[in-house]
């Protein structure tokens, strides 16, 4: 069987780097915000292009905390519209409500499946003060428009970057481009922890210092709480693993173009629609995602063929049974794109050989 992906393969080739890394936060004795933290931010800040990176507990929080700082700075209140792109993950709508503000669901771009400016530009009303940019698969939304449009209208931007590390436009980086940027190290994105693991990136001082307190208790010094805070930090031993594994990102990188190209060049098939592709650089491709209208029996097909599939995702936000308020909407290319999806095998551990019986089997599909 052709896994969708491979961890433990791909985790294994690090595996003495790794160990020593763990082995020396054993040693320091120091477990949470130390050493190993600060290593990683600043190596993440640097190479994201950015002056503050800020660890966090997970991907979710980093979304959360973003929003929250901009509550307790006076930049965002309840009942604020934050709008987001209807066909994401879960995750970037939760933290809005988590917030008590207000998502604005909108279609997204037909050709690049990200957050649309034109569509953006008509949702805008008098209520709205934030967009939740979703640089989805791995391709980095149009940035460069979201952000003229952001500017015009006077609105905090917020990257949801949890699929797009090291994605960049016009050599500016996935986090750089909006007033902040979430990112997730969950152990499949392509940047992963061996645990939970988020961050913030920004170049915002005011920020960076309010998220350094949320994450911690509301507090800048100890017994001192500025904020009612949360406790969502980024503990030594994932730092250190991320510290280990950000060295090979760009490899990992390089290799996952490769095989995006391969599937780009060689799958030739009627029934299956391949991803957009411009540039090089916008694309990280965390997935690698095919579109078809027999999605099911592709899948099926596969299946028997000896290849692992996903669906990313199944069912979109404004359909799921906790937003049963917005189940009235009317979000058909959504509705549809949801409908139609299917991720290949993808990831650094993936063989060229192993994504030629991949296309075999695409190409064999009636
Ligand atoms: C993974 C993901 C998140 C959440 O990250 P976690 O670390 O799992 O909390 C948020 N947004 C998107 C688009 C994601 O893919």
């Given at each position: 069987m052709i896994k969708f992906l491979d961890l433990q393969a791909i985790n294994h080739q690090y595996r003495h780097e790794l160990l020593a890394a763990c082995a020396s936060v054993i040693d320091s004795g120091w477990y949470i915000t130390g050493n190993a933290l600060s290593r990683f931010e600043e190596e993440f800040a640097e190479y994201c292009g950015v002056r503050h990176c800020i660890g966090v507990a997970n991907g979710l929080d980093a979304l959360i905390l973003t929003l929250r700082a901009w509550k307790e700075l006076g930049l965002l209140s309840e009942g604020d519209e934050v709008i987001v792109?209807?066909?994401?993950?879960i995750a970037s709508v939760l933290a809005i409500t988590e917030n008590r503000l207000v998502p604005v669901f909108v279609e997204p771009d037909?050709?690049?499946?990200?957050?649309s400016p034109a569509n953006v530009e008509a949702a805008i009303t008098s209520r709205t003060r934030a967009l939740l940019p979703v640089h989805l698969y791995g391709r980095l939304a149009d940035m460069p428009e979201l952000m003229a449009i952001a500017e015009r209208h006077h609105l905090l931007v917020l990257e949801d970057s949890a699929q797009a590390h090291g994605a960049s436009l016009d050599g500016r980086?996935?986090?750089?481009?909006?007033h902040a940027s979430g990112f997730s190290f969950y152990p499949?994105?392509?940047?992963?922890?061996?645990g939970d693991a988020g961050a913030i990136t920004t170049n915002d001082d005011k920020l960076a210092e309010t998220l350094r307190a949320l994450r911690n208790?509301?507090?800048?010094?100890?017994?001192?709480?500025?904020y009612k805070g949360v406790n969502s930090r980024l503990d030594e031993i994932q730092a250190a693993m991320l510290s280990v594994k950000l060295r090979y990102l760009d490899r990992q990188t390089a290799h996952r173009r490769q095989i995006a190209q391969t599937y780009l060049t060689?799958?030739?098939?009627?029934?299956i629609q391949l991803p957009a592709w411009e540039n090089?650089?916008?694309?990280?491709?965390?997935l690698f995602v095919v579109r078809s209208q027999r999605r099911q029996a592709l899948q099926e097909y596969l299946q028997k063929a000896g290849v692992q599939t996903l669906v990313?995702?199944?069912?979109p936000p404004h359909k799921q049974e906790s937003y049963r308020d917005y189940?009235?909407?009317?979000?058909p290319l959504t509705e549809a794109i949801h409908e139609e999806v299917l991720s290949l095998p993808m990831g650094p551990s993936l063989t060229l050989d192993e994504v030629r019986v991949v296309v075999k089997a695409l190409n064999s599909f009636k």
């Open positions: 792109p209807a066909n994401t993950y037909a050709h690049s499946l990200n957050l980086r996935a986090g750089s481009w909006g499949g994105k392509n940047l992963g922890a061996l208790y509301g507090s800048h010094e100890k017994y001192k709480n500025l060689e799958v030739d098939n009627p029934l090089e650089e916008q694309h990280v491709w965390h990313h995702y199944p069912i189940s009235e909407l009317s979000l």
